[in-house]
Every structure is written in C-alpha cells, then in structure tokens.
C-alpha cells in the first residue's frame, strides 16, 4: 500500500505543488490585506488627530485675532467727540444737550462751567475707542491739546468718554453719574488693557517732554499738583467724622472717580517715582487721605494686580 501511495504521489506531485504554492498565495493575500488596513487605519486617526489639531490651532488663531485694540478715528466716534469738547469749551448747552441727549440744569450747567477754566480751546481731537458693553457703544479715549491761558506750548491730554446710542439708534455721550454697574465694570477693566495702557503712557510721556521744552507749561502742570481746589468738595459726602483734617478738599474714602488724566506717584509727592496714568473717568480706591492735598490710593494695573500708590485729592470725585 505505501507504494500505491509513493506511486500517486509521483504521478500527480506537480498538482500537489501547485495547490500548496494556491494555499500559499492565499495566506500571503490575506495577511496582506490585514496588514494594509492596519496601516490605513493608523493613517486615517493620524489624519484625524492633525485635523483636529489645525482646527484648534485655527481657533485658537481665531480668538487673538478677534481680541479687540483701539480703533483710531472712527468716524461716527470722532464726530461726537468733537462736537461734545467744542460745546464744552464754547459752554454751549444748547449742543451739550443734543449729544447727551438730557437737559442740563442750573447744577450741570455750573459744573461745565467750572470744567477746565484755564482752557481755551481744546484742538487736534483724536479717538480711540473699543466696542462697549452693548451692540453700538463704545468706550472711547480722547486725545487733545489744549490751549491754556498764557502758554504758548499746548498740552496733550486724554479724556475718557462712554457712547452709547437711543432707541432711535442716535449715538450719544453717556454721562458719568449716569454709568450703570455694568458699564463701570466694564470701562473699569478697560483701563487694564495693553493698549490703553501705552496709550496713556505715551500721552504722560509726550506732556513731560512739553514740560521740560516750555517752563510756563511746567509751572501750570506743577500748580495743578501742589495746590487744592476749595470748589472740588461741596458734597456732604466728602466730610470723613474720623479724619483730624478740617481740610474741604478732602475726597470720600472708597469708591472715587478722577475727573482727569491722573498720574500716580510712590509718595505724595509730585517729585517721587511714577508707578502708571489714568485717564479721566478712572475708579480708584481711596483709603486715606493725607493734610498736603493727596490722596492715598488703589488701583489695578495691566498685569491685574491692585497697586498702591498716591493721587492729587483736586482730581477725584464722587463715582455716584
């Protein structure tokens, strides 16, 4: 019998060797195919994870680039900004109370007339202003030279202002005693932005080195620091029962606003290092108040971290 078997064998070994090297061949496909899904597999989540790996990336792009800076001159922010500091200087209420949108009273009316009575005109008015709280507002800085009284050289300063429009979509100026909660928050946080930061820097800057070129503009600049204004405090609120000074130009502990572009010094003092700038319609802290016309402050600065440091008492008022 093994040679019947040997003999088969032989006569059909060449049909044998061909069904091995089929059986062979389908082995190799199939752990061929096994081997390229694989790959496509590995190669279809490496897709994916890049994708969405652009996509963040692209998102997170997205998120810088819509972080919103200052917008120089913008149109309909420029107009009334202009219209509301030429009606100022002019003491034109008639203006005054289109653009604000409310009627001025004797009150208002004798405020306006206190505002800057040095000031002759206020010229070469430029804009900065950045999206407010609500569709079609802005909180906006005002840049402006003013003329003063006897001095030649002009002074750069920097106005705050909020804008914001009325049911009939008329943009109009926001006074402060009529900021709400929101809006303060906001205008407040503002003030810690980069951008507003070095443009308060660069204005403090530019009204040093006119100081320095125009000695009658440095001796005003000084005056407004080394001396108080008596008419700055005729709020009952101004009095503190545990203070010893009987000084009137003493400002509120707590909550205050700066009613101009305000540097704050290390001491009370105008000569002592200055730790930053605020604008007019800043909010400070105030915790102390000193005999020699300065408050004691604080403040949060671009990096978000509460400074203390010290104010004139003349620029600040009541924040409500």
């Known amino acids: 019998m093994l040679d019947n078997i040997r003999e088969w064998i032989s006569d059909n070994l060449r049909y044998i060797l061909l069904g091995l090297a089929i059986i062979l061949l389908i082995i190799i496909a199939f752990f061929a195919v096994r081997l390229v899904t694989h790959i496509g597999k ?3 989540q490496n897709k994916t994870v ?14 810088v680039v819509t972080v919103e800076t200052l917008v120089q001159n913008q149109s309909d922010v420029l107009t009334i900004a202009t219209s509301y500091w030429n009606a100022i200087g002019d003491q034109d209420f008639d203006t005054l109370e289109t653009v604000c949108g409310k009627t001025f009273d ?7 007339e206190a505002m800057d009575v040095a000031v002759e005109s206020y010229n070469d008015i430029m804009t900065y202003s950045k999206t407010g709280v609500t569709d079609g507002s802005y909180v906006v800085y005002v840049y402006m030279e003013l003329k003063l009284t006897g001095i030649e050289t002009e002074a750069p300063t920097l106005r705050q202002m909020y804008l914001q429009p009325d049911s009939d979509g008329t943009l109009l100026v926001v006074q402060t005693e009529d900021y709400t909660t929101e809006i303060t928050s906001f205008v407040q946080e503002r003030q810690t932005d980069s951008d507003v930061q070095a443009l308060i820097q660069d204005v403090s800057e530019t009204l040093d080195e006119r100081c320095e070129a125009d000695e009658d503009l440095k001796n005003y600049i000084e005056s ?13 609120s101004d009095s503190d029962d545990s203070s010893d000074s009987g000084d009137s130009s003493e400002a509120a502990l707590g909550t205050m606003v700066t009613t101009t572009g305000v540097n704050i010094r290390s001491e009370a003092s105008a ?11 800043s909010q400070v802290e105030v915790t102390e108040n000193l005999d020699d016309g300065w408050s004691k402050i604080t403040y949060v600065d671009s990096s978000g971290s509460t400074v203390e440091g010290y104010v ?6 009541s924040a409500g």
């Open 106 to 112: 004797d009150d208002a009316r004798a405020t306006v």
């Open 50 to 63: 890049e994708q969405e790996t652009d996509a963040q990336t692209e998102a997170e792009t997205d998120a």
């Open 224 to 236: 407004r620091t080394t001396t108080t204004s008596s008419s700055d405090s005729d709020d009952d």
């Open 271 to 281: 000569d002592s290092e200055k730790l930053g700038s605020l604008v007019a319609g």
């Open 42 to 44: 590995g190669s279809s």
């Open 312 to 317: 004139m008492t003349q620029y600040l008022t």
